[in-house]
């Protein structure tokens, strides 16, 4: 990709490959969101998937919180549900709702998803990556994403986001053939989706499986684990075929703390941790695996006061310890966050020695 600017700070491609960097990086999820009032005014007068799909405006976007802080990485400004919105369903973001699929996955209308030119209908991404990337002038890397097969099935199954998400376990459960065929579809999409990533210039990866919380291990070992291994084995064999470069990826599978050990066994150079879960006792299931972990700091701790917020944030990297270690929140930032407290959580992590 030497047509890209040089990058210059690559803090967490190092971490991610197990190098010592300079400073312990740090990004945010959902770091290019509501929380950020330049986002809110550029909202008025757009609809969040016309921000999606515009790559003039989502680059825009991914660019507002690295004009504004010090961060260690940009992510694109996208959605999961983009990949169901391309295979035809409708998919609308309601204010104080959030996604909604009017009309969900049933028996009867899986006949009626769209697979062909599925990647060609998400070139925008690909664009806006290409344009962010230009524009970013090689300040920090960009990550690239996915929803994973499960969580995405979930909100296709239920029509939007659930707390249970009984109706998608239930398929798991009474129609397991017709999940796994289903869970293959959309493992093939998204390998071909985040080759299309890096081919666009995404530097690393993360693959958001957001409702691994609500499975039990067996289920999450049976429908999730081999099409989680089958996204990252089969993005490098096609990066290596395309003689692109290997870039790191990240696994962030929420509430999936039952399975740590076997998500490290992936191949995936990073594993997300949620905020539920001990940083001490994370790195005593993941001893002796090569793998750097990111996280976990809960995000309603941005709501303490700054001397609370240091304090949360200094013993969280003390009980991580800074080998391997991406400081990041434990899920995305909630949109009514002050943006001043992000100054003084990145500022605190930079200020640790390693």
Not at 94 to 114: A, D, H, Q, R, Y
Not at 124 to 135: D, S
Not at 265 to 278: A, H, K, M, R
Request: charge should be neutral; glycine fraction near 6%; aromatic fraction near 10%.
């Amino acid at each position: 990709m030497s047509q890209f600017p040089q990058l210059k700070n690559d803090r967490i491609l190092k971490v991610a490959r197990g190098e010592v960097p300079d400073k312990l990086p740090v990004w945010i999820m959902r770091q290019a969101g509501r929380y950020l009032p330049e986002f809110m005014s550029l909202r008025q007068n757009h609809s969040f998937f016309e921000m999606c799909q515009n790559p003039e405006l989502a680059c825009e976007v991914t660019l507002m919180p690295i004009k504004r802080y010090n961060l260690d990485a940009a992510i694109i400004f996208s959605d999961i549900l983009v990949i169901p919105q391309a295979l035809g369903m409708v998919v609308e973001m309601k204010p104080g709702v959030g996604p909604v699929l009017p009309e969900p996955l049933t028996f009867e209308n899986i006949s009626k998803l769209e697979p062909k030119g599925v990647i060609e209908r998400l070139k925008y991404v690909g664009e806006a990556i290409t344009l962010t990337r230009h524009k970013l002038e090689g300040k920090v890397p960009l990550f690239g994403f996915t929803g994973a097969p499960w969580t995405l099935l979930g909100y296709m199954v239920e029509g939007g986001g659930s707390r249970t998400l009984s109706k998608a376990k239930k398929w798991l459960y009474a129609y397991p053939e017709v999940c796994h065929r289903l869970m293959y579809l959309l493992t093939r999409i998204i390998v071909d989706y985040l080759v299309m990533q890096v081919e666009a210039g995404a530097q690393i990866l993360q693959v958001f499986d957001s409702s691994a919380e609500v499975l039990n291990k067996e289920l999450y070992t049976k429908f999730c684990l081999p099409y989680i291994k089958d996204i990252r084995d089969c993005v490098l064999v096609k990066l290596e075929q395309k003689n692109l470069e290997k870039v790191p990826m990240v696994l962030f599978a929420k509430g999936a703390h039952y399975c740590l050990p076997e998500q490290a066994d992936l191949g995936y150079e990073v594993l997300g941790i949620d905020w539920t879960v001990d940083p001490k006792v994370v790195r005593e299931l993941l001893k002796g695996k090569n793998v750097t972990v990111q996280g976990n700091l809960d995000p309603c701790a941005l709501y303490a006061s700054e001397d609370n917020l240091i304090k949360f944030t200094k013993k969280m990297i003390d009980d991580f310890g800074t080998q391997r270690y991406i400081v990041n929140l434990g899920h995305g930032i909630y949109p009514d966050v002050c943006p001043d407290k992000v100054y003084s959580f990145i500022e605190t992590v930079h200020n640790v020695k390693i």
